[in-house]
């Protein structure tokens, strides 16, 4: 059946094929999600003088971002429920008469 559909110019897909298609969106997925969550992400004054939108702008960084984004937005391989920031805890308030030791760090 393979051999005869080719013969006839279709494409002929194996699960090889299918498998890094499928990758290669996921990945495209991965990086378009990261730069709508990025400070950075917006529009140029050129791209809103076209009219483009954000969601414009995601579907040109990966085809089919919002069905998606439906599917594995909130999966956590995708999007980590919480992130960890480096340097100092936030400052605590303590009573003056309180018996509990504080600790200060400093650094350079």
Request: net charge negative; aromatic share 12%.
């Amino acid at each position: 059946m393979a051999v005869h559909l080719a013969s006839l110019g279709f494409l002929v897909c194996t699960s090889a094929i299918m498998q890094k298609k499928f990758d290669r969106y996921l990945a495209s997925f991965k990086k378009a999600r990261e730069w709508s969550l990025s400070t950075g992400a917006g529009l140029t004054e050129e791209e809103v003088t076209r009219g483009m939108t954000i969601e414009d702008k995601l579907n040109q960084r990966c085809p089919f971002y919002h069905r998606m984004y439906a599917i594995f937005g909130h999966r956590a391989n995708i999007v980590p429920p919480a992130t960890a920031e480096d340097g100092l805890p936030p400052e605590v308030e303590v009573e003056e008469d309180s018996s509990v030791p504080i600790t200060f760090y400093y650094f350079e």
